[in-house]
């Protein structure tokens, strides 16, 4: 896995949306860009988000980043959520083995 490069999750640019009170549960959102390597937006990366204390039970669904390295994840339970991305066809590993905490 070392000479897989890494994606990076910006911690800046990765925002939990927490609409109003009194909207229903599902309205969640976090959005964000993954970057590469020298900051570069990363196209077609696949990227997903883990409600935290909730076991993988479930699948995981993932979204893709658009040309800007771009994602949302709309639908989402109110929560702390882990975000992990990935793009192995071009030598990016999954970020899953360390989780951003959002």
């Not at 009170?21 to 860009?33: L, S």
């Amino acid at each position: 896995m070392d000479s897989l490069r890494r994606l990076w999750l910006p911690l800046l640019a990765v925002s939990l949306l927490i609409p109003a009170q009194g909207t229903e549960v599902g309205e969640g959102v976090i959005q964000g860009v993954v970057l590469g390597e020298g900051r570069q937006p990363v196209r077609g990366a696949k990227v997903h988000a883990e409600l935290k204390g909730v076991p993988m039970a479930k699948a995981i669904r993932y979204v893709e980043t658009d040309e800007n390295g771009l994602f949302l994840i709309d639908q989402l339970e109110f929560g702390t959520y882990y975000v992990a991305s990935k793009k192995e066809e071009e030598g990016y590993g999954d970020t899953g083995d360390r989780k951003q905490e959002y």
